[in-house]
Protein backbone atom coordinates (compact mmCIF):
# COMPACT_ATOMS: atom_id res chain seq x y z
CA UNK A 1 0.00 0.00 0.00
CA UNK A 2 1.46 3.50 -0.63
CA UNK A 3 0.13 7.12 0.64
CA UNK A 4 1.28 10.11 -1.42
CA UNK A 5 0.88 13.91 0.63
CA UNK A 6 0.32 16.37 -2.09
CA UNK A 7 1.87 19.53 -0.50
CA UNK A 8 2.31 22.57 -2.43
CA UNK A 9 5.61 24.65 -1.42
CA UNK A 10 5.15 27.70 0.48
CA UNK A 11 2.66 26.22 3.42
CA UNK A 12 3.62 26.25 6.94
CA UNK A 13 3.37 23.13 9.41
CA UNK A 14 0.86 23.07 11.92
CA UNK A 15 0.23 20.95 14.70
CA UNK A 16 -2.30 18.93 12.96
CA UNK A 17 -0.51 18.33 10.00
CA UNK A 18 2.24 16.84 11.97
CA UNK A 19 -0.07 14.69 13.98
CA UNK A 20 -0.91 13.32 10.78
CA UNK A 21 2.53 12.62 9.60
CA UNK A 22 3.72 11.09 12.60
CA UNK A 23 0.45 8.50 12.48
CA UNK A 24 1.00 7.90 8.71
CA UNK A 25 4.74 6.99 10.07
CA UNK A 26 3.63 4.68 12.47
CA UNK A 27 1.60 3.00 10.18
CA UNK A 28 4.31 2.65 7.75
CA UNK A 29 6.67 1.03 10.49
CA UNK A 30 3.88 -1.29 10.99
CA UNK A 31 2.75 -2.76 7.93
CA UNK A 32 4.37 -2.83 4.38
CA UNK A 33 3.53 0.58 3.20
CA UNK A 34 5.15 3.52 1.91
CA UNK A 35 4.71 7.15 2.47
CA UNK A 36 5.54 9.67 -0.12
CA UNK A 37 5.22 13.50 0.42
CA UNK A 38 5.18 15.40 -3.23
CA UNK A 39 4.85 19.22 -3.92
CA UNK A 40 4.09 19.60 -7.15
CA UNK A 41 1.79 18.17 -10.16
CA UNK A 42 4.94 16.41 -11.63
CA UNK A 43 6.04 14.79 -9.06
CA UNK A 44 2.57 13.66 -8.10
CA UNK A 45 2.34 12.09 -11.56
CA UNK A 46 5.69 9.98 -11.18
CA UNK A 47 4.16 8.68 -7.63
CA UNK A 48 1.17 7.77 -8.93
CA UNK A 49 2.68 4.65 -10.83
CA UNK A 50 0.43 3.02 -13.42
CA UNK A 51 2.55 -0.24 -13.35
CA UNK A 52 3.90 -2.51 -10.75
CA UNK A 53 6.34 -4.98 -11.48
CA UNK A 54 6.63 -7.71 -9.16
CA UNK A 55 10.35 -8.18 -7.71
CA UNK A 56 11.49 -11.72 -8.60
CA UNK A 57 14.82 -12.93 -7.94
CA UNK A 58 17.75 -12.86 -10.21
CA UNK A 59 20.02 -15.01 -7.70
CA UNK A 60 19.33 -17.50 -5.08
CA UNK A 61 22.74 -19.96 -3.66
CA UNK A 62 24.40 -21.48 -0.90
CA UNK A 63 24.90 -17.53 0.67
CA UNK A 64 21.64 -16.53 2.58
CA UNK A 65 21.39 -13.70 0.41
CA UNK A 66 18.64 -12.72 -2.20
CA UNK A 67 19.67 -10.70 -5.24
CA UNK A 68 16.71 -8.80 -7.26
CA UNK A 69 17.10 -5.71 -9.39
CA UNK A 70 17.26 -2.07 -8.09
CA UNK A 71 16.85 -0.28 -11.72
CA UNK A 72 15.87 -1.99 -14.85
CA UNK A 73 15.26 -0.11 -18.17
CA UNK A 74 11.33 0.36 -18.48
CA UNK A 75 11.47 -0.47 -22.95
CA UNK A 76 8.18 0.48 -25.29
CA UNK A 77 6.15 -3.01 -25.73
CA UNK A 78 6.84 -4.43 -28.64
CA UNK A 79 4.82 -4.08 -31.44
CA UNK A 80 2.89 -7.03 -33.32
CA UNK A 81 1.61 -7.84 -36.48
CA UNK A 82 -1.79 -8.09 -36.89
CA UNK A 83 -4.29 -9.55 -39.71
CA UNK A 84 -7.19 -8.99 -40.46
CA UNK A 85 -8.45 -11.91 -42.93
CA UNK A 86 -10.13 -13.61 -40.31
CA UNK A 87 -14.02 -13.93 -40.67
CA UNK A 88 -15.46 -10.72 -38.75
CA UNK A 89 -17.72 -13.34 -37.43
CA UNK A 90 -15.24 -15.58 -35.86
CA UNK A 91 -14.79 -14.47 -31.88
CA UNK A 92 -11.83 -16.86 -31.33
CA UNK A 93 -9.38 -15.87 -34.06
CA UNK A 94 -6.17 -15.11 -33.10
CA UNK A 95 -5.21 -12.99 -35.91
CA UNK A 96 -1.85 -13.72 -35.56
CA UNK A 97 0.62 -13.13 -38.13
CA UNK A 98 3.40 -16.18 -38.64
CA UNK A 99 6.64 -15.90 -40.55
CA UNK A 100 8.80 -18.15 -41.97
CA UNK A 101 11.75 -18.22 -44.05
CA UNK A 102 13.18 -20.37 -46.99
CA UNK A 103 16.78 -20.44 -48.15
CA UNK A 104 17.87 -20.96 -51.57
CA UNK A 105 21.09 -21.29 -53.08
CA UNK A 106 22.47 -19.12 -55.44
CA UNK A 107 23.51 -21.69 -58.02
CA UNK A 108 19.93 -23.80 -57.62
CA UNK A 109 17.75 -20.70 -56.78
CA UNK A 110 14.44 -23.36 -57.07
CA UNK A 111 16.38 -25.54 -54.67
CA UNK A 112 14.93 -24.87 -50.99
CA UNK A 113 18.24 -25.78 -48.22
CA UNK A 114 17.02 -27.79 -45.18
CA UNK A 115 18.23 -26.70 -42.05
CA UNK A 116 20.98 -29.61 -41.71
CA UNK A 117 22.51 -28.24 -44.32
CA UNK A 118 23.35 -24.68 -43.66
CA UNK A 119 25.76 -23.17 -41.04
CA UNK A 120 26.15 -19.73 -40.12
CA UNK A 121 29.43 -17.72 -40.81
CA UNK A 122 30.93 -14.93 -39.20
CA UNK A 123 32.61 -11.94 -40.97
CA UNK A 124 36.83 -12.20 -40.09
CA UNK A 125 37.86 -9.65 -42.04
CA UNK A 126 37.71 -10.20 -45.96
CA UNK A 127 36.70 -13.65 -45.63
CA UNK A 128 33.53 -15.56 -43.91
CA UNK A 129 34.64 -17.90 -41.65
CA UNK A 130 31.71 -21.04 -41.20
CA UNK A 131 31.16 -22.37 -37.43
CA UNK A 132 28.82 -24.97 -36.83
CA UNK A 133 26.69 -24.52 -33.85
CA UNK A 134 28.09 -27.85 -32.36
CA UNK A 135 31.45 -25.44 -33.09
CA UNK A 136 30.05 -22.73 -30.98
CA UNK A 137 28.74 -24.89 -28.34
CA UNK A 138 31.97 -25.99 -27.36
CA UNK A 139 33.85 -22.05 -27.67
CA UNK A 140 30.87 -20.85 -25.22
CA UNK A 141 32.02 -20.20 -21.66
CA UNK A 142 29.70 -22.28 -19.39
CA UNK A 143 30.61 -21.08 -15.97
CA UNK A 144 29.41 -22.62 -12.85
CA UNK A 145 26.73 -20.82 -10.73
CA UNK A 146 28.69 -18.46 -8.42
CA UNK A 147 28.41 -15.41 -6.17
CA UNK A 148 31.94 -14.88 -4.68
CA UNK A 149 34.70 -12.28 -3.91
CA UNK A 150 37.56 -11.40 -6.37
CA UNK A 151 40.60 -12.59 -3.77
CA UNK A 152 42.65 -11.82 -6.68
CA UNK A 153 42.30 -8.10 -6.17
CA UNK A 154 41.51 -8.33 -2.42
CA UNK A 155 38.10 -9.01 -0.47
CA UNK A 156 37.90 -4.93 -0.40
CA UNK A 157 39.18 -2.57 -1.87
CA UNK A 158 38.88 2.04 -0.73
CA UNK A 159 35.64 3.46 -2.20
CA UNK A 160 37.97 6.23 -3.59
CA UNK A 161 39.61 3.75 -6.17
CA UNK A 162 36.31 3.82 -8.28
CA UNK A 163 35.00 6.51 -10.64
CA UNK A 164 30.58 6.47 -11.20
CA UNK A 165 31.06 6.74 -14.51
CA UNK A 166 32.31 3.40 -14.91
CA UNK A 167 28.87 1.81 -13.63
CA UNK A 168 27.07 0.54 -16.61
CA UNK A 169 23.95 -1.95 -16.97
CA UNK A 170 21.22 -2.41 -14.61
CA UNK A 171 21.64 -2.09 -10.55
CA UNK A 172 20.96 -5.24 -7.99
CA UNK A 173 19.99 -5.20 -4.66
CA UNK A 174 21.72 -7.65 -2.09
CA UNK A 175 19.26 -8.40 0.57
CA UNK A 176 19.36 -10.96 3.70
CA UNK A 177 17.26 -13.76 2.90
CA UNK A 178 13.86 -13.37 4.41
CA UNK A 179 13.11 -14.82 7.64
CA UNK A 180 16.70 -16.05 8.49
CA UNK A 181 17.54 -13.87 11.48
CA UNK A 182 21.44 -14.83 11.16
CA UNK A 183 21.38 -13.27 7.84
CA UNK A 184 19.92 -10.49 8.64
CA UNK A 185 22.67 -10.35 11.57
CA UNK A 186 25.46 -10.89 9.10
CA UNK A 187 24.54 -8.72 6.19
CA UNK A 188 23.75 -5.61 8.90
CA UNK A 189 27.12 -5.94 10.76
CA UNK A 190 29.22 -6.48 7.33
CA UNK A 191 27.54 -3.60 5.34
CA UNK A 192 27.91 -1.18 8.63
CA UNK A 193 32.05 -2.74 9.11
CA UNK A 194 32.08 -1.28 5.22
CA UNK A 195 30.27 1.55 5.69
CA UNK A 196 32.62 2.97 8.48
CA UNK A 197 35.97 1.81 7.02
CA UNK A 198 34.64 3.33 3.50
CA UNK A 199 35.65 0.02 1.36
CA UNK A 200 33.41 -2.01 -1.12
CA UNK A 201 33.67 -5.54 -2.21
CA UNK A 202 34.99 -6.55 -5.83
CA UNK A 203 32.31 -9.70 -6.56
CA UNK A 204 32.55 -12.32 -9.57
CA UNK A 205 28.87 -13.19 -10.04
CA UNK A 206 27.16 -15.83 -12.62
CA UNK A 207 23.70 -15.81 -11.71
CA UNK A 208 22.58 -19.04 -13.51
CA UNK A 209 23.89 -22.23 -14.23
CA UNK A 210 25.86 -22.49 -17.82
CA UNK A 211 25.00 -18.66 -18.06
CA UNK A 212 27.69 -17.89 -21.02
CA UNK A 213 28.92 -14.49 -18.81
CA UNK A 214 30.37 -13.18 -15.78
CA UNK A 215 29.72 -10.11 -13.89
CA UNK A 216 32.81 -8.63 -12.39
CA UNK A 217 31.33 -5.27 -10.51
CA UNK A 218 31.53 -3.14 -6.75
CA UNK A 219 29.50 -4.15 -4.01
CA UNK A 220 27.86 -0.85 -1.82
CA UNK A 221 27.17 -1.37 1.72
CA UNK A 222 23.48 0.64 2.23
CA UNK A 223 22.79 1.35 5.55
CA UNK A 224 18.73 1.89 6.31
CA UNK A 225 17.72 5.01 7.98
CA UNK A 226 14.23 3.41 8.52
CA UNK A 227 13.32 0.90 11.38
CA UNK A 228 11.09 -1.37 9.12
CA UNK A 229 13.91 -1.69 6.69
CA UNK A 230 16.89 -3.80 6.80
CA UNK A 231 20.32 -3.16 5.92
CA UNK A 232 21.05 -4.48 2.30
CA UNK A 233 24.23 -3.92 -0.32
CA UNK A 234 24.23 -2.49 -3.97
CA UNK A 235 26.30 -4.00 -7.29
CA UNK A 236 26.93 -2.19 -10.03
CA UNK A 237 28.42 -4.42 -12.81
CA UNK A 238 32.29 -2.50 -13.81
CA UNK A 239 33.30 -2.45 -17.69
CA UNK A 240 35.65 -4.70 -19.11
CA UNK A 241 39.02 -3.60 -21.10
CA UNK A 242 36.60 -3.53 -24.31
CA UNK A 243 33.88 -1.69 -23.35
CA UNK A 244 35.61 1.23 -22.08
CA UNK A 245 36.06 4.39 -24.71
CA UNK A 246 39.12 6.72 -23.53
CA UNK A 247 38.62 9.61 -25.49
CA UNK A 248 41.55 11.97 -23.83
CA UNK A 249 41.79 15.66 -25.10
CA UNK A 250 44.72 18.60 -24.60
CA UNK A 251 44.47 21.12 -21.67
CA UNK A 252 42.86 24.14 -22.82
CA UNK A 253 45.49 25.69 -20.46
CA UNK A 254 47.63 24.78 -23.25
CA UNK A 255 46.12 27.36 -26.07
CA UNK A 256 47.76 30.81 -26.43
CA UNK A 257 46.61 33.61 -24.10
CA UNK A 258 44.49 35.02 -27.31
CA UNK A 259 42.31 31.97 -27.12
CA UNK A 260 41.72 32.14 -23.75
CA UNK A 261 38.98 33.34 -21.45
CA UNK A 262 38.77 36.40 -19.58
CA UNK A 263 38.08 36.37 -15.80
CA UNK A 264 34.15 37.62 -17.06
CA UNK A 265 34.11 34.83 -19.54
CA UNK A 266 35.25 32.32 -16.89
CA UNK A 267 33.18 33.38 -14.17
CA UNK A 268 30.49 33.38 -16.35
CA UNK A 269 30.98 29.33 -17.43
CA UNK A 270 31.15 28.89 -13.70
CA UNK A 271 27.79 30.13 -12.44
CA UNK A 272 25.81 28.51 -15.80
CA UNK A 273 27.22 25.28 -14.27
CA UNK A 274 25.94 26.12 -10.74
CA UNK A 275 23.27 27.13 -12.36
CA UNK A 276 22.50 23.66 -13.73
CA UNK A 277 22.33 22.29 -10.44
CA UNK A 278 19.06 20.44 -9.97
CA UNK A 279 19.24 20.59 -6.00
CA UNK A 280 20.54 24.13 -4.98
CA UNK A 281 21.35 25.48 -1.76
CA UNK A 282 17.24 26.23 0.38
CA UNK A 283 15.28 24.45 -2.87
CA UNK A 284 13.63 21.19 -3.47
CA UNK A 285 15.11 19.06 -5.80
CA UNK A 286 13.65 18.91 -8.83
CA UNK A 287 13.16 16.28 -11.16
CA UNK A 288 13.85 13.41 -8.74
CA UNK A 289 14.33 9.96 -10.52
CA UNK A 290 11.85 7.82 -7.72
CA UNK A 291 9.42 10.84 -9.04
CA UNK A 292 9.98 11.61 -12.57
CA UNK A 293 7.84 9.32 -15.20
CA UNK A 294 9.35 8.73 -18.63
CA UNK A 295 7.45 11.24 -20.75
CA UNK A 296 7.27 8.99 -23.79
CA UNK A 297 5.66 6.01 -21.99
CA UNK A 298 3.36 8.10 -20.10
CA UNK A 299 2.12 9.59 -23.45
CA UNK A 300 2.35 6.50 -25.55
CA UNK A 301 0.38 4.69 -22.61
CA UNK A 302 -2.40 7.59 -22.42
CA UNK A 303 -2.62 7.46 -25.88
CA UNK A 304 -3.33 3.96 -26.36
CA UNK A 305 -5.99 3.77 -23.50
CA UNK A 306 -7.48 6.64 -25.62
CA UNK A 307 -7.60 4.73 -29.30
CA UNK A 308 -8.65 1.61 -27.24
CA UNK A 309 -11.93 3.89 -25.98
CA UNK A 310 -12.15 6.21 -29.42
CA UNK A 311 -10.61 4.02 -32.52
CA UNK A 312 -10.70 7.43 -34.47
CA UNK A 313 -9.51 9.44 -32.10
CA UNK A 314 -6.57 12.03 -32.26
CA UNK A 315 -3.28 13.04 -30.89
CA UNK A 316 -3.96 14.66 -28.03
CA UNK A 317 -1.49 17.81 -27.05
CA UNK A 318 1.13 17.12 -24.28
CA UNK A 319 0.19 16.70 -21.14
CA UNK A 320 1.20 19.82 -18.89
CA UNK A 321 3.38 17.84 -16.17
CA UNK A 322 5.08 15.85 -19.76
CA UNK A 323 5.94 19.06 -20.68
CA UNK A 324 7.86 20.25 -17.50
CA UNK A 325 9.74 17.19 -17.92
CA UNK A 326 10.39 17.68 -21.46
CA UNK A 327 11.22 21.21 -21.59
CA UNK A 328 13.18 23.71 -19.23
CA UNK A 329 11.33 24.66 -15.93
CA UNK A 330 10.03 28.17 -16.60
CA UNK A 331 10.91 28.62 -12.89
CA UNK A 332 14.25 27.54 -12.76
CA UNK A 333 14.70 29.82 -16.30
CA UNK A 334 13.34 32.97 -14.63
CA UNK A 335 15.20 32.50 -11.54
CA UNK A 336 18.62 32.46 -12.98
CA UNK A 337 17.67 34.77 -16.23
CA UNK A 338 20.55 37.37 -15.12
CA UNK A 339 22.72 34.70 -15.48
CA UNK A 340 21.90 33.35 -18.64
CA UNK A 341 21.97 37.51 -19.97
CA UNK A 342 25.32 38.22 -18.55
CA UNK A 343 26.33 35.13 -20.51
CA UNK A 344 25.41 36.22 -23.54
CA UNK A 345 27.02 39.65 -23.01
CA UNK A 346 30.51 38.23 -22.34
CA UNK A 347 30.50 35.64 -25.21
CA UNK A 348 30.70 37.74 -28.85
CA UNK A 349 28.55 35.21 -31.22
CA UNK A 350 29.83 35.43 -34.41
CA UNK A 351 28.02 33.46 -37.75
CA UNK A 352 29.72 30.31 -39.00
CA UNK A 353 29.03 30.63 -42.56
CA UNK A 354 28.75 27.19 -44.20
CA UNK A 355 31.63 26.33 -46.71
CA UNK A 356 29.95 24.88 -50.28
CA UNK A 357 31.31 21.61 -50.73
CA UNK A 358 33.85 21.29 -53.98
CA UNK A 359 32.20 18.72 -56.32
CA UNK A 360 34.64 15.48 -57.24
CA UNK A 361 34.88 17.28 -60.90
CA UNK A 362 36.22 20.54 -59.60
CA UNK A 363 38.58 18.48 -57.12
CA UNK A 364 40.46 16.50 -60.10
CA UNK A 365 40.63 19.92 -62.56
CA UNK A 366 44.33 20.72 -62.96
CA UNK A 367 45.12 23.80 -60.92
CA UNK A 368 46.80 26.51 -62.14
CA UNK A 369 49.69 28.95 -61.04
CA UNK A 370 47.45 31.75 -59.08
CA UNK A 371 45.17 29.25 -58.26
CA UNK A 372 47.55 27.43 -56.24
CA UNK A 373 48.94 30.52 -54.53
CA UNK A 374 45.35 31.46 -53.40
CA UNK A 375 45.16 27.82 -51.73
CA UNK A 376 48.83 28.40 -50.16
CA UNK A 377 47.78 31.68 -48.68
CA UNK A 378 49.22 31.90 -45.53
CA UNK A 379 46.86 31.97 -42.34
CA UNK A 380 46.29 34.73 -39.94
CA UNK A 381 48.40 34.93 -36.87
CA UNK A 382 46.17 34.16 -34.45
CA UNK A 383 45.21 31.28 -36.32
CA UNK A 384 48.59 30.30 -37.19
CA UNK A 385 48.59 30.60 -33.09
CA UNK A 386 46.66 28.13 -31.95
CA UNK A 387 47.72 26.14 -35.02
CA UNK A 388 50.88 26.00 -33.29
CA UNK A 389 49.46 25.06 -30.26
CA UNK A 390 47.97 22.34 -30.86
CA UNK A 391 49.94 20.57 -33.13
CA UNK A 392 53.49 21.77 -32.99
CA UNK A 393 55.96 21.23 -35.60
CA UNK A 394 56.93 17.46 -35.04
CA UNK A 395 60.24 16.01 -35.95
CA UNK A 396 59.05 12.57 -36.81
CA UNK A 397 56.51 10.13 -35.49
CA UNK A 398 57.90 8.59 -32.18
CA UNK A 399 60.71 9.65 -31.77
CA UNK A 400 62.49 12.43 -29.03
CA UNK A 401 65.60 13.87 -30.44
CA UNK A 402 68.52 15.42 -28.88
CA UNK A 403 68.12 19.24 -30.55
CA UNK A 404 64.57 20.06 -28.96
CA UNK A 405 63.53 16.92 -27.03
CA UNK A 406 60.49 18.98 -25.14
CA UNK A 407 58.58 20.25 -28.45
CA UNK A 408 59.62 16.57 -29.54
CA UNK A 409 57.53 15.35 -26.86
CA UNK A 410 54.58 17.43 -27.33
CA UNK A 411 54.53 16.72 -31.00
CA UNK A 412 54.33 13.40 -29.77
CA UNK A 413 51.21 13.74 -27.98
CA UNK A 414 49.49 15.62 -30.44
CA UNK A 415 49.69 12.29 -33.06
CA UNK A 416 46.67 10.70 -31.41
CA UNK A 417 47.94 8.01 -33.85
CA UNK A 418 46.28 5.08 -31.72
CA UNK A 419 44.36 4.36 -28.45
CA UNK A 420 47.83 4.26 -26.45
CA UNK A 421 49.29 7.61 -27.91
CA UNK A 422 49.47 9.15 -24.56
CA UNK A 423 51.21 6.29 -23.32
CA UNK A 424 53.61 5.72 -25.90
CA UNK A 425 54.49 9.49 -25.50
CA UNK A 426 55.44 9.41 -21.90
CA UNK A 427 57.41 6.03 -22.20
CA UNK A 428 59.52 7.33 -24.56
CA UNK A 429 59.81 10.63 -22.53
CA UNK A 430 60.86 8.70 -19.87
CA UNK A 431 63.54 6.33 -21.87
CA UNK A 432 65.06 9.57 -22.96
CA UNK A 433 65.49 10.93 -19.15
CA UNK A 434 66.67 8.00 -18.36
CA UNK A 435 69.41 7.57 -20.40
CA UNK A 436 70.44 11.01 -20.29
CA UNK A 437 71.15 11.00 -16.33
CA UNK A 438 73.03 7.46 -17.43
CA UNK A 439 74.92 8.95 -20.08
CA UNK A 440 75.76 12.34 -18.31
CA UNK A 441 79.45 13.19 -18.08
CA UNK A 442 80.21 15.78 -15.31
CA UNK A 443 76.31 16.51 -14.77
CA UNK A 444 76.23 18.53 -17.98
CA UNK A 445 73.19 16.71 -18.86
CA UNK A 446 71.16 17.41 -15.89
CA UNK A 447 69.38 20.89 -17.26
CA UNK A 448 68.51 19.00 -20.08
CA UNK A 449 66.87 16.22 -18.07
CA UNK A 450 65.39 18.90 -15.36
CA UNK A 451 63.23 20.61 -18.70
CA UNK A 452 62.35 17.44 -19.65
CA UNK A 453 61.19 16.14 -16.86
CA UNK A 454 59.41 18.66 -15.97
CA UNK A 455 57.55 18.70 -19.66
CA UNK A 456 56.76 15.47 -18.82
CA UNK A 457 54.88 16.22 -14.92
CA UNK A 458 53.03 18.92 -17.24
CA UNK A 459 52.01 16.47 -19.58
CA UNK A 460 51.44 13.61 -16.88
CA UNK A 461 48.72 16.34 -15.07
CA UNK A 462 47.44 17.58 -18.56
CA UNK A 463 46.42 13.88 -19.51
CA UNK A 464 45.54 12.76 -15.96
CA UNK A 465 48.40 10.63 -15.80
CA UNK A 466 49.81 11.27 -12.04
CA UNK A 467 50.43 7.63 -11.92
CA UNK A 468 52.92 7.46 -14.55
CA UNK A 469 54.95 10.35 -13.62
CA UNK A 470 55.29 9.54 -9.88
CA UNK A 471 56.12 5.97 -10.27
CA UNK A 472 58.89 7.17 -12.92
CA UNK A 473 60.35 9.44 -10.55
CA UNK A 474 60.16 6.89 -7.44
CA UNK A 475 62.09 4.86 -9.85
CA UNK A 476 64.83 7.24 -10.35
CA UNK A 477 65.21 8.15 -6.92
CA UNK A 478 65.39 4.52 -6.00
CA UNK A 479 68.19 4.57 -9.25
CA UNK A 480 70.19 6.74 -9.27
CA UNK A 481 70.99 7.33 -5.71
CA UNK A 482 73.28 4.80 -4.58
CA UNK A 483 75.30 6.05 -7.83
CA UNK A 484 75.69 9.14 -6.95
CA UNK A 485 73.48 11.19 -8.72
CA UNK A 486 72.16 12.42 -5.12
CA UNK A 487 72.49 16.57 -5.97
CA UNK A 488 70.33 15.65 -9.35
CA UNK A 489 67.65 14.04 -7.76
CA UNK A 490 67.76 17.20 -4.95
CA UNK A 491 67.24 19.66 -7.78
CA UNK A 492 63.96 18.20 -8.29
CA UNK A 493 61.46 20.26 -6.15
CA UNK A 494 63.21 23.44 -6.51
CA UNK A 495 62.70 23.33 -10.14
CA UNK A 496 59.07 21.96 -9.40
CA UNK A 497 59.48 18.70 -10.73
CA UNK A 498 58.09 17.39 -7.39
CA UNK A 499 55.93 14.12 -7.20
CA UNK A 500 52.20 15.32 -8.37
CA UNK A 501 49.51 15.62 -5.67
CA UNK A 502 46.00 14.80 -5.65
CA UNK A 503 45.41 18.49 -5.64
CA UNK A 504 46.93 18.83 -9.18
CA UNK A 505 45.04 15.73 -10.44
CA UNK A 506 41.69 15.20 -8.07
CA UNK A 507 40.50 12.61 -10.68
CA UNK A 508 43.14 9.67 -9.88
Known amino acids: ??????????????????????????????????????????????????????????????????????????????????????????????????????YKSVLEPDTVVPPDQRIKGYLYGPQVVPISSAEWEAVKFKPEKVLRPDVSNGDTVHLFYFNRHYFMKDVFSFVPEPGNTKAVAAVSALARAMSEMNKVAILRCVWRQGQGN??????????????????????????????????????????????????????????????????????????????TPNPMLERFYRYLDLKSKQPDANVPPLDKCLKKITEPDPDVIDYQAPLIKKLGNVFELKENPKKKKART???????????????????????????????????????????????????????????????????????????????????DNHQKALECLVALRKACIIEQEPNEYNGFVTKLCQKFRPAGEAKFLQLLSSKNASLISKEEAPDR
Open 214 to 291: VALGVLTPNISSAKNVLDSFYFNIFPFAEDIREFQFRSFSSLPSSSQPTKEQQEAADNLVKMLDLAPPGREEILKPDF
Open 361 to 443: QDRLTYTGADDQAKLLEEPSAEKAGVSEALYPPKKKAGEIGDHNPVQDFEAMLTQRSSSTWVQTAIEEMQKYITALIQDSCDR
Open 1 to 102: MDCIIFRESGVRHNAVMDENDQLLYHFRERSVTKVVQVDSPTSLLGALRTRNVLPVTVFRGDLEVWVYKKTSEEKFPTLKKYSDKAPASDKFASHEVKVDYE
